[in-house]
């Protein structure tokens, strides 16, 4: 990643984080990624971001996963092993939306086991 796409990277985190009203010490809290990687991150500082890290940002935040992987240049779809997210990534979808999907495909297998 170039200098510029690890900036463009770092401000849409930041960007999101501020949407949610958390400051970085929050973000890690809810991530268990520590403040001091975000703010270098935030700053642009990152042109390897680990892409475990980015991708579990990108569903805390609900930020677009399109967006980040077209940053990353489609690096983070390789980190997308968790079906939820390979959701979003697939059909663009929001956090909540996602959370619909589970809940009703949820629904479908606790009535196929009560049959």
Same mark, same amino acid.
């Given at each position: 990643?170039?200098?510029?796409?690890?900036?463009?990277?770092?401000?849409?985190? /930041?960007?999101?984080?501020?949407?949610? &009203?958390? %400051?970085? *010490? =929050?973000?890690?809290?809810?991530? @268990?990624?520590?403040?001091?990687?975000?703010?270098?991150?935030?700053?642009?500082?990152?042109?390897?971001?680990?892409?475990?890290?980015? /991708?579990?940002?990108?569903?805390?935040? &609900?930020? %677009?996963? *399109? =967006?980040?992987?077209?940053?990353? @240049?489609?690096?983070?779809?390789?980190?997308?092993?968790?079906?939820?997210?390979?959701?979003?990534?697939?059909?663009?979808?929001?956090?909540?939306?996602?959370?619909?999907?589970?809940?009703?495909?949820?629904?479908?297998?606790?009535?196929?086991?009560?049959?």
């Amino acid at each position: 990643m170039k200098d510029v796409q690890a900036k463009r990277l770092g401000q849409l985190v /930041a960007k999101a984080r501020k949407k949610q &009203g958390w %400051s970085q *010490r =929050q973000l890690e809290i809810r991530t @268990g990624i520590p403040h001091t990687w975000l703010a270098e991150l935030e700053r642009g500082h990152y042109r390897q971001p680990a892409p475990d890290r980015i /991708a579990l940002l990108v569903d805390v935040l &609900g930020m %677009s996963i *399109r =967006q980040v992987d077209q940053i990353l @240049g489609g690096s983070l779809e390789t980190a997308l092993l968790d079906w939820k997210r390979v959701l979003r990534l697939t059909f663009d979808l929001t956090a909540e939306e996602t959370q619909r999907v589970e809940e009703f495909v949820m629904a479908l297998v606790r009535e196929e086991r009560d049959r």
